[in-house]
């Protein structure tokens, strides 16, 4: 991978989370530039990416190398230092960022605490400026400050050829589907005319249908939220009662199916209660 390329890498040392964010004028960059292991590290390899470092780089971390030293060991070990990108975080918040000579201007990274960000074929040193400055004063999740800060680096002037791909990535532990894997986001757009505003949106359905009710948005379900809920599911043939505005078994027994098909189940509630981000979702859907 040579084509612009430009990414951050960050711990949240609240969360414990890790994660990349990363865009460039490359087909499906989500496939080569992020690696990360919770609890461990985070790594970005770019600029004819030798994809090697990821994995290679992670044992070192764990191992208990700096993310410098580990680094270090990578670029020793590379013929072709000169053309390679990287950064790394490890899970103490210690970044290291590499900008091989022979890397296409403009070319260059920023280290800071709990981040590395760095690109090449940029518009200039703004872009990664931009990315380190927004991540700094950026609040909110990790996966919201980084990106927030493609946003920003894009705004900055971005890839000097365009846009094409992007990704973000976080881990936590037990943070995957189910809890079976640390993958808690894993998002990519492989080709897109605006990837990273297409990346923003996939986020937000990525909470919607993954993220976990707050007690602040359950609402019970009152006679005009039933009969709504009720005409709506009757114009898709899950619902075939009269539209009375009771919550009635009949009623319940199509939302859940409903809900279903909508990919809404990690949002069911028991009882007469729903979910306002739901209700919302819906209602936005499926306009009346």
Aim: charged residues 25%.
């Amino acid at each position: 991978m040579h084509p612009s390329t430009f990414s951050l890498v960050a711990y949240d040392s609240k969360t414990g989370d890790l994660g990349i964010a990363v865009e460039s004028k490359f087909l499906s960059v989500g496939a080569v530039v992020p690696w990360a292991q919770a609890g461990i590290g985070a790594i970005a390899t770019q600029s004819f990416a030798n994809t090697a470092y990821g994995p290679r780089g992670l044992r070192m971390l764990k191992r208990g190398m700096a993310p410098k030293q580990a680094g270090a060991a990578l670029i020793a070990q590379d013929k072709d230092r000169d053309a390679r990108q990287f950064g790394i975080v490890d899970a103490r918040g210690r970044a290291f960022s590499y900008t091989g000579k022979g890397c296409y201007d403009w070319a260059g990274g920023r280290i800071g605490k709990n981040y590395a960000a760095q690109g090449n074929i940029l518009a200039g040193a703004a872009v990664v400026a931009a990315l380190a400055e927004t991540f700094e004063k950026t609040g909110g999740e990790l996966a919201d400050r980084l990106v927030a800060a493609l946003v920003a680096g894009q705004a900055a002037g971005g890839d000097k050829r365009g846009q094409e791909s992007a990704a973000l990535l976080v881990v936590r532990k037990k943070g995957g589907y189910a809890g079976f894997n640390d993958r808690y986001i894993d998002l990519r757009v492989d080709d897109h005319p605006a990837p990273i505003e297409e990346l923003k949106r996939i986020l937000e359905l990525h909470r919607l249908y993954l993220g976990k009710t707050r007690p602040a948005d359950i609402l019970p379900i009152d006679y005009d939220i039933a009969r709504e809920l009720q005409v709506m599911m009757g114009l898709r043939g899950y619902y075939r009662g009269g539209v009375n505005g009771k919550w009635d078994e009949e009623t319940r027994r199509a939302f859940r199916e409903f809900a279903g098909v909508e990919n809404l189940e990690d949002r069911w509630l028991d009882g007469a209660r729903i979910d306002r981000v739901v209700l919302e979702f819906l209602r936005k859907r499926f306009q009346l």
